[in-house]
């Protein structure tokens, strides 16, 4: 069933920002396990359970975000995620006839 | 009722408040159309042409909403049209500022062109009437 993104709430260290855009990534480092017994044609094997990535790319109306500065993050609303996150990058950008925009990106743990 | 908190009502003051452009129009500045009675050249028509918003995800409108309005300054000399037009553009472009509860945060010129109009069949004995038309890039307050 599809949900609207309307009444999402992003906070970051106990500050709410004005999102526009919130993207959640996870992923995790797999080994290719195949061995010189695959046959032929036969696909790769690959083994999960090692460490994982998570992280939260946001877009927004505002100042920048400072690099480094660790957190309590917190999305609630249609789209639920939480943890300690750590901003990786961050960009602010001003243009004529236009508002304050922000970027940034944060590592989850 | 109260005035509304709107680029019109600030376009309006601007223009009613800068004496080279009052000298030419005699403070006929009209909002979307001229009056039948009393709208003689020269003048200056203005309206919206469109507007759109910014909208968060928690609180939707940020309340900085932006329009384009068209202001056209009219004349049945193509000299005064035009010298009215760039009174125009010196009193708004890149000139904002609050009247009331109308505070425009943004205002500029975006396009700019000269047309005419020659009265055809029943408006025939209506003289021949040019245009400078500017479109502005407003965003205000609400």
């Known amino acids: ?109 | 009722m109260s005035n509304p908190s709107t680029p019109e009502i600030y376009i309006n003051y601007r223009l009613n408040s800068e004496p080279e452009v009052v000298a030419m129009t005699g403070y006929r500045h009209y909002a979307i159309f001229v009056p039948k009675v009393g709208g003689e050249l020269p003048f200056v028509v203005y309206a919206r042409r469109n507007a759109s918003g910014e909208d968060t995800l928690r609180d939707g409108p940020v309340g900085l909403p932006m329009t384009h309005v068209q202001i056209s300054s009219w004349s049945e000399d193509p000299d005064e049209a035009r010298r009215l037009g760039d009174a125009v553009r010196r009193t708004l472009d890149g000139r904002p500022g609050a009247v009331g509860d109308a505070t425009i945060v943004d205002i500029r010129l975006v396009t700019e062109a000269d047309d005419f109009v020659e009265p055809q069949g029943a408006g025939a004995q209506l003289p021949l009437a040019y245009e400078v038309r500017q479109l502005y890039q407003v965003r205000w307050q609400q």
């Open chain 1, 1 to 109: 069933m599809a949900v609207s993104s309307q009444g999402l709430t992003f906070t970051f260290g106990g500050t709410a920002l004005s999102v526009t855009n919130v993207q959640v990534n996870e992923s995790q480092d797999l080994v290719d396990a195949t061995d010189l017994g695959v046959a032929q044609n036969d696909r790769r094997i690959y083994i999960g359970g090692f460490a994982s990535d998570a992280e939260v790319t946001i877009e927004y109306f505002g100042n920048l975000l400072t690099s480094g500065v660790s957190g309590a993050l917190d999305i609630s609303g249609p789209l639920s995620y939480a943890g300690v996150a750590t901003v990786s990058s961050s960009s602010v950008t001003a243009a004529v006839g236009d508002l304050v925009r922000g970027s940034a990106s944060f590592r989850v743990r």
